[in-house]
């Protein structure tokens, strides 16, 4: 069927891209073309007044000299040389408590007979001497035989030893020491010529080695301290000034703008001139890509061109893309002026089809890369490899993995790029691909629930949390409604089963629908047959009006539960077609005995018929499921009789009259589904009954 190709909503944000766009292409502004540092001026500029102003790179300048002319600032730490002295006086003390304690111990052992009754204690005696060395404190690490030596020494004149190294260290730590001269002060001590004048070297030179080691620096330094000093030298050096006078060239047409000439056009307010004629430039293209935008969203993408928001999405992601890209690309950031546009390309690819992905990476590299050829290559390469590598349905370690390698990829196909077109190679510009890629799919994940929102659309990340078992609609429905749990299970296998009968369907959306479809139920599980286990129905005793006011609601309260839990749009119109406006047949012929007056409206379910081909086939794979129950003791042939016309009955009823599904794939399900149940049930091999003996 024809629809109309103007749409007053899609005309007014088709004017107003063409009307905007333009201004996008004037960097740091809408409005005004900049100069930087190092451009080719494209006219004369004069000083248009008499003025003084603050000569930025003169005054940074002195500043930075002021400031690395501040020393570094450093911290006393007294506690190094009192944890110095410590180990010192602790290692020395142990050494003399063991010293008295053997010369004790020796002095015991010669005075006892040297006979067989002393021998017992003679060797006590001789082990307690030798574990008094494991007393000895060693906070300098010295080997057993480097303990030893000092041990050997006379008490006076380990004393001496221990005094000497007190006053000695104390005067080496009375000055500063730092890291920079911490190794000048361990070698001071370790070559002092007091110790080897009054010690062996055999005794004090391990020693030495062993405590200069250990030294650490007293004097820190104090960062914070010799920022604020740095801070505050900068501070004292005044602006600087330069003159410009009316009338006085600033910069010559052709002449390469220098960082003089730039700041007095800025400070004179020239930099920042707009002219109509950059506006008209752009605006032709602009049409130009828009209309082809236009006509290829109506021919390739109806589903976009009909439906306003997503028109409006298109249109103004591409501008914003264009915008970002192009404020950026002039900073100091420009490495990163392509991450909206793989953002964009992800989000695409995301909730519409492949080829739309395809015409986006297109249409924006144009916009966005005109005349540059590299950049356009690299845009439509990217829509490509995605086009080409990422699946429909996805989890986000997929979208990563995506983003690394299309990362990779895109580095080295701008490297050979670069080398065939201009016979160089710019690793800086061509690296910078990666990250753009990888922040640009994070940014997409963070969009993603945003866009469902706004767009009324549901993602495969979102579908596959839906059908995790740990969702606390189906934990309830496997608890409180058994039954009903089992009937969603079949009810999405024969939909599985359906879609791949007659192929281009959304399984995903399918299954998670299917399961979700009968959560109403969970109001009154007992009022349900599924989850009945007895032969007597609950509705036998009850009034029909009634009994059809409890079945025809489950699909209400199915709607309110997934509302209140969250559920996309797209699953509740699943759930709230999947019986459309049938009557409940069973129900208004027993009220219709009882009482003639009686309505089909009382009896039929308050909903819109399936329109789309999902919708269609959940209605279908319910009613089948739910119909099958009741003839599972019949005979296969009769079963399968029973089922083909139970679909034919559907079809005649008009239920599926509006519905996308054609009748030959009505045919090919209804065939599934016999080939299925046909499968399903066999004849049972009747076996004689034993007889009671």
């Known amino acids: ?138 906070p300098f690490d010295l080997k057993p035989e480097e303990i030893t030596e000092i041990t050997k020494m006379k008490a006076d004149d380990i004393q001496r030893l221990q005094e000497m190294f007190v006053r000695e260290l104390h005067r080496l730590y009375r000055g500063s020491i730092t890291d920079k001269d911490l190794a000048l002060k361990q070698s001071e001590l370790i070559n002092n010529a007091n110790f080897y004048y009054f010690f062996s070297d055999a005794t004090v030179s391990p020693l030495l080695q062993h405590v200069s080691a250990k030294m650490k620096p007293n004097f820190l330094f104090d960062a914070e301290q010799t920022k604020l000093a740095k801070q505050k030298a900068r501070g004292s050096v005044e602006e600087m000034y330069k003159a410009v006078k009316k009338g006085e060239r600033i910069v010559a047409t052709g002449e390469v703008l220098d960082a003089g000439q730039y700041q007095k056009i800025e400070q004179l307010g020239l930099n920042k001139q707009f002219t109509k004629d950059t506006w008209f430039t752009y605006a032709p293209f602009v049409l130009l890509i828009a209309t082809l935008m236009y006509a290829c ?260 309260d199915g709607l309110d539960l997934c509302r209140k839990h969250n559920v996309p749009n797209s699953i509740i119109r699943l759930i709230e077609s999947h019986h459309g406006d049938a009557l409940l047949y069973q129900f208004y012929q027993k009220a219709k005995q009882e009482n003639p007056d009686v309505t089909e409206e009382q009896f039929r379910y308050p909903h819109p018929a399936p329109k789309t081909k999902e919708q269609g086939i959940l209605m279908l794979a319910d009613s089948v499921e739910a119909y099958s129950r009741r003839l599972m003791k019949k005979p296969k042939e009769e079963i399968l009789s029973c089922i083909e016309k139970f679909i034919y009955d559907k079809m005649t009823q008009g239920i599926l009259s509006n519905c996308d599904l054609t009748i030959s794939e009505i045919e090919k399900i209804k065939d599934a589904f016999l080939h299925h149940y046909s499968n399903l049930v066999h004849e049972r091999t009747a076996y004689p009954k034993r007889k009671n003996s």
Request: proline share 3%.
């Open 1 to 138: 069927m024809f629809r109309p190709i103007f749409k007053r909503g899609n005309a007014v944000v088709f004017f107003l891209f063409v009307l905007l766009v333009p201004f996008l292409y004037q960097p740091h502004s809408f409005f005004f073309e900049r100069l930087k540092v190092g451009d080719v001026s494209d006219r004369s500029y004069y000083a248009t007044q008499d003025m003084k102003y603050i000569d930025q790179v003169a005054t940074e300048q002195a500043r930075k000299e002021k400031e690395d002319s501040i020393e570094p600032i450093y911290k006393k730490n007294e506690s190094v040389e009192q944890e110095m002295m410590d180990q010192v006086k602790s290692f020395f003390s142990s050494v003399k408590e063991f010293k008295t304690k053997s010369e004790e111990l020796n002095a015991s052992i010669n005075a006892l007979p040297n006979n067989d009754a002393n021998q017992n204690l003679i060797k006590e005696l001789d082990q307690q001497k030798k574990n008094l060395s494991s007393g000895i404190k060693n």
């Open 297 to 556: 969203f109506y021919v390739y993408a109806k589903n976009i061109f009909f439906n306003f928001r997503h028109f409006a999405f298109m249109y103004s992601s591409v501008a914003i893309v264009l915008g970002v890209h192009n404020f950026v690309k002039d900073t100091s950031f420009s490495f990163l002026s392509f991450i909206p546009a793989f953002c964009l390309l992800y989000l695409v690819h995301i909730f519409w089809k492949r080829h739309v992905m395809l015409l986006m990476s297109l249409f924006s590299g144009i916009l966005m890369c005109m005349g540059d050829f590299l950049s356009l290559t690299v845009m439509i390469f990217s829509g490509v490899y995605l086009f080409v590598t990422f699946p429909k349905r996805f989890k986000i370690k997929d979208m990563f993995f995506s983003s690394i390698f299309l990362g990779i990829t895109l580095v080295v196909t701008d490297i050979i790029l670069y080398y065939t077109v201009e016979s160089d190679i710019h690793f800086d510009a061509s690296f910078a691909y990666f990250p753009s890629v990888f922040i640009g799919s994070l940014f997409a994940v963070g969009f993603i629930p945003i866009l469902e929102k706004t767009l009324d659309m549901v993602t495969s990340i979102r579908l596959y949390e839906l059908t995790d078992d740990d969702h606390p609609l189906l934990v309830r429905l496997l608890r409180e409604a058994d039954g009903t749990y089992t009937h969603s299970v079949m009810v999405r296998n024969l939909c599985e089963i359906a879609a791949d009968a007659i192929g281009n369907i959304d399984k995903l959306l399918l299954r998670v629908g299917a399961m979700f479809h009968d959560v109403g139920k969970l109001k009154n599980p007992s009022l349900f047959s599924e989850n009945v286990r007895s032969e007597a129905s609950p509705h036998d005793d009850m009034d029909p009006i009634e009994s059809a006011q409890v079945i025809r609601a489950h699909v209400q």
